[in-house]
């Protein structure tokens, strides 16, 4: 079965810090551009981070650079997001996703909720 | 960045009958390789959502064939042919053309 499991979410304070996982199985993991999408309670989905196959890429929207650092583990099928100096406007499920060369996500995880907040 | 807007906010539609959701770009989706790079979303509540619709019209695979996408340049289209219980919840368009990736707002399909 193909699968990715996102862990690692949680509550922290702001300032904190949290390394999420995505532990990929069912495929060949470093054949495929991986992505980080969050979604904030009650909105619509915002694109976080992206990294190439073999992770010397990455990419980033604006309200993360410098805060958040994708990498990954194709040792491990294992992606990782590491976010630093948390903020509440952070708070949100964050879900990888796998985009195998369409520049499309066709699968996600059931995601992690990250909470911060004092 | 380019800004993805989505229409309607919110569509009650009836059974068996068709719906259609229009996504515009704020500039064009046209990468440099010719391809464009848009895709439908489709989340039910409490779900990660599920692609359904990619490089503008090609469909998931497994995905029913009431489901198609059109469009180019700056305004696309999702339409439904005949809309059943299962596909309401929140649709998105994304973009992939141009990093950072963003997403419309999304469009709410609930049954009359």
């Known amino acids: 079965e193909v699968l990715l499991m996102e862990s690692g979410g949680g509550l922290v304070q702001p300032g904190g810090s949290l390394r999420l996982s995505c532990a990929a199985s069912?495929?060949?993991?470093?054949?495929?551009?991986m992505s980080w999408v969050r979604q904030a309670p009650g909105k619509g989905l915002e694109w976080v981070s992206a990294?190439?196959?073999?992770?010397?890429?990455?990419y980033y929207t604006d309200s993360v650079k410098g805060r958040f650092t994708i990498s990954r583990d194709n040792f491990k099928n294992t992606l990782y997001l590491q976010m630093n100096s948390l903020r509440a406007e952070d708070t949100a499920v964050y879900y990888c996703?796998?985009?195998?060369?369409?520049?499309?996500?066709?699968?996600w995880g059931q995601g992690t909720k990250v909470t911060v907040s004092s | 960045d380019i800004v993805m807007t989505q229409t309607p906010l919110s569509s009650p539609v009836t059974l068996g009958q068709p719906a259609s959701i229009s996504c515009r770009s704020s500039?064009?989706?046209?990468?440099?390789?010719?391809?464009?790079?848009l895709s439908w979303l489709h989340q039910r509540p409490g779900q990660p959502p599920r692609l359904l619709i990619y490089?503008?019209?090609d469909r998931l695979s497994g995905v029913p064939d009431r489901f198609s996408g059109s469009g180019a340049g700056t305004d696309f289209t999702l339409k439904i042919s005949r809309v059943e219980a299962e596909d309401v919840g929140v649709y998105y368009c994304?973009?992939?053309?141009?990093?950072?990736?963003?997403f419309g707002g999304g469009t709410k399909v609930e049954i009359k």
């Open positions: 996703a796998r985009e195998p060369g369409t520049s499309a996500f066709d699968m």
């Open positions: 069912g495929f060949t993991f470093s054949r495929d551009a």
């Open positions: 990294i190439s196959i073999s992770g010397d890429a990455t």
């Open positions: 500039q064009s989706l046209v990468h440099s390789n010719g391809n464009t790079y």
């Open positions: 490089k503008t019209s």
């Open positions: 994304m973009q992939a053309t141009q990093f950072p990736l963003t």
